[in-house]
C-alpha cells in the first residue's frame, strides 16, 4: 500500500530545533488567515490551508505561566534553581523556556515582560526586563 505523499516542505522539525540553538532566532510560522504559532506544522490548524510560512517570531513577549524548578535535568543542574515559562510574543505564539536569573516564587508573576536572549545553554532563555523600560 503506498501512502499518499505529504507536500514538500521548505523546512524539516531537525532544521527548526537548530535554529534556537544555532542561529539566535525564534522561528515560527504564520498563515494567510493571520494565525502566528511557534509550533513546527505543515497545515494552519485554524484555517486548514497549507500555508504556513515560516518567519522570525518577536524576541519579546509576556509570561503566561511560569514555575521555579529545583529539582532540574543534568544538563540544567548548575542552573538550579531557575524559572521554567511559558512566554506569549507581542506578535504572536507561544514558546516554553527559561529565566536563569529568577530563583524564587515570587522573582516573575504572569503579565511580565521578558525578551529573548541568546545562549551557550539549551533550551529558550528568556531574561525579565527592567520594570522600568516597560512602565511609562
Ligand atoms: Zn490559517
Given amino acids: 500500500m503506498v ?3 505529504a507536500p514538500a516542505a521548505a523546512h524539516s522539525i ?24 511557534a509550533t513546527w506544522g505543515l497545515i494552519c490548524p485554524r484555517c486548514g490551508q497549507r500555508d504556513l ?17 529545583h529539582v532540574p535535568s543534568d544538563e540544567f543542574l548548575n542552573d538550579a534553581p531557575y524559572a521554567y515559562v511559558v ?12 529565566v536563569a536569573t529568577a530563583r524564587t516564587d515570587d522573582a516573575l508573576a504572569i503579565g511580565d515582560p ?9 533550551g ?5 526586563m527592567p520594570k522600568a523600560e516597560t512602565t511609562e
Fill in 3 to 5: 501512502e499518499p505523499s
Fill in 14 to 37: 531537525g532544521e527548526y530545533l537548530r535554529g534556537y540553538a544555532d542561529e539566535d532566532r525564534l522561528r515560527g510560522f504564520r498563515s494567510s488567515c493571520g494565525f502566528v504559532t
Fill in 53 to 69: 510560512v515560516e518567519f522570525d517570531l518577536d524576541r519579546r513577549g509576556r509570561i503566561v505561566a511560569c514555575s521555579v524548578q
Fill in 87 to 98: 512566554v506569549e510574543l507581542d506578535g504572536g505564539g507561544r514558546v516554553t523556556g527559561w
Fill in 114 to 122: 521578558v525578551h529573548f536572549v541568546s545562549s551557550y545553554k539549551s
Fill in 124 to 128: 529558550v532563555q528568556f531574561e525579565a
